[in-house]
C-alpha cells in the first residue's frame, strides 16, 4: 500500500515538513511495511517557498532585509528547479511568523523587506516571479513594497510620506518615476488562497486585520486610509483597487502587485501542487492524507487541503484529513471531501495539549486512523 502525505502547515505549532514526518511516523507505527511518501504542500502563505524550491531541486538565495518592524533579519528566496522561476514567499520577509504577539503592529508592519527580496531577485537576473503571499504581519496596501522599488508616495507640498498605514490619508501622489526599471521586463504570477476586495466587509483590514493587532474600533480607520490610497490609484492609474478580488489579499499586497508589478493570481494551492507533481504520485497509491491548522469555512475556499481532496477525487484515491482543530460549522461540507475528518483536539485532548505536543498527538491520531483504514480492508 501507498500512502501520500501532504499536509499544509499548522500555523503556529509546525511546518508542513515537521506535520508530515509526524504523519509518517504514525503510518508506520501501524504497519512499518506501508510505503509513504512525503509530499508537504501550501497555498501561497508561510512554506509556499520550502514545498516549490524542495520539490523541484530548486536552489535557495539569502538577502539581508528589514523584517516587518524594519529590524534587520536574513530572509530567503529561491529559483525552481528549471533555473529560471523565481519563488518570493512574502511571510519569509514580512510574515506574521516574524512578530512576537506583543510586537504585532498594524500601523508601522512594512511589506518593504518582500520589495527587497524581489529587489535582490532581479538583482539576480530573475524576470519570471512566482510570488506567494499570506501569512504577513502587514496591513500596509503593498505600500513598502512598493517603496523598496523605487515607488515615492508624496503629500499634497510634495514631501515624503513618513512611515505608517495611517499616513496614507496624507497621500495626494504616487510617483513611479524611480521604480525599478527592470520591472517592466518582469511578469508576477500572485499565489494566493484568499479573494477578499483591498477594502470594506470583507477587506483586508475587516478580515485579516484583527490576528495583525487592528483592534475592532481602529477597523474604520485603517479601512479609510486604505481606501483613500486605492482612491489616488484609480485617479492616477485607472485602476479601480477597492473591490477587486484578492486585491485585500496579504494586507493589500495582492492589490499593489496588480495595479503596479502588473500581477495576475492563481490558486496557491494550484502553483504548488503542479510543482510537487502530486497528480502523478497520486496514481498509484490508495490513500492521501493531509491537515493544516484549522479547518474551518476558508478551507472550502481555496485552502491547500481542499486542493489535495481535489486532486485525490480526480485520481479516485481517498483523502484523508488531520487538522489540529476542525471547526464545527465546517465538518459536515469537509466530510464531503474526505473520508475521515479528524482534529488533534477532541474531548480527551485539549486545544492547549495540541499546541504542546503537536507532533506527539499527530502520530497518534495517525496511527489510529491508519489501523481503523486497515481493518475497513480486512473487514
Ligand atoms: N497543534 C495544533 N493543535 C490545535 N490547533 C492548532 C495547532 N496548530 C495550529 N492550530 C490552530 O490553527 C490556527 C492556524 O490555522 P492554519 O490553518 O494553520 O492557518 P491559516 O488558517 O492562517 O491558513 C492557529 O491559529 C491555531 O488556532
Ligand atoms: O493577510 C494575509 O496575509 C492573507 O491574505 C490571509 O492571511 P492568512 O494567509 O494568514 O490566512
Do not use: W
Not at 486605492?230 to 494586507?251: C, M, N, P, T, W
Amino acid at each position: 500500500m501507498k500512502v501520500i502525505i501532504s499536509p499544509d502547515s499548522y500555523k503556529g505549532t509546525l511546518s508542513a515538513v515537521e506535520v508530515a514526518k509526524s504523519m509518517q511516523r504514525g503510518i508506520l507505527d501501524a504497519d512499518q511495511s506501508i510505503e509513504t511518501m512525503i509530499l508537504p504542500v501550501a497555498d501561497g502563505g508561510e512554506g509556499t517557498l520550502q514545498s516549490l524550491i524542495t520539490s523541484t531541486e530548486g536552489q535557495y538565495f539569502s538577502v539581508n532585509v528589514l523584517d516587518p518592524l524594519g529590524r534587520a533579519i536574513q530572509a530567503q528566496y529561491g529559483v525552481l528547479g528549471d533555473q529560471e522561476t523565481c519563488v518570493i514567499e512574502m511571510a519569509q520577509a514580512s510574515g506574521i511568523m516574524l512578530l512576537q504577539d506583543n510586537e504585532k503592529n498594524p500601523n508601522l508592519a512594512t511589506s518593504y523587506g518582500t520589495g527587497q527580496l524581489i529587489k535582490a531577485a532581479l538583482d539576480q537576473g530573475f524576470r519570471k516571479f512566482i510570488i506567494g503571499i499570506g501569512g504577513s504581519a502587514t496591513n500596509d496596501a503593498g505600500i513598502g513594497m512598493l517603496k523598496a522599488l523605487g515607488v515615492r508616495l508624496l503629500a499634497t507640498d510634495g514631501s515624503e510620506l513618513e512611515n505608517g498605514v495611517l499616513n496614507l490619508e496624507k497621500l495626494a501622489t504616487i510617483d513611479i518615476r524611480q521604480m525599478d526599471a527592470r520591472l517592466a521586463d518582469a511578469t508576477f504570477t500572485i499565489a494566493c488562497d484568499v479573494d477578499n476586495p483591498l477594502i470594506g466587509e470583507r477587506g483586508a483590514t475587516a478580515i485579516f486585520g484583527p490576528q495583525k493587532g487592528v483592534k475592532k474600533h481602529q477597523i474604520v480607520h485603517f479601512d479609510n486610509c486604505l481606501k483613500h490610497f486605492a482612491d489616488i490609484v484609480e485617479k492616477q492609474f485607472s485602476i479601480r483597487l477597492h473591490d477587486y478580488k484578492g486585491a485585500g489579499a496579504a494586507g493589500g499586497m495582492g492589490g499593489a502587485l496588480i495595479a503596479f508589478l502588473k500581477g495576475t493570481f492563481h490558486a496557491g494551492i494550484e502553483i504548488v501542487l503542479g510543482a510537487v507533481k502530486l497528480q502523478g504520485h497520486l496514481a498509484d497509491a490508495q490513500l492521501v492524507i493531509t491537515g493544516e491548522g484549522k479547518s474551518d469555512l476558508q478551507t472550502l475556499h481555496g485552502k491547500a487541503p481542499l486542493g489535495v481532496a481535489k486532486a485525490a477525487k480526480q485520481a479516485n484515491v481517498e483523502a484523508i484529513l488531520l487538522s489540529g482543530g476542525i471547526d464545527v460549522k465546517a465538518k459536515g461540507t469537509l466530510q464531503k471531501y474526505f473520508s475521515v475528518v479528524e482534529s488533534l483536539v477532541d474531548q480527551e485532548v485539549t486545544v492547549q495539549q495540541a499546541m504542546q505536543e503537536p507532533a506527539h498527538f499527530i502520530r497518534l491520531k495517525i496511527k489510529k486512523i491508519i489501523e481503523c483504514y486497515i481493518q475497513k480492508g480486512d473487514d
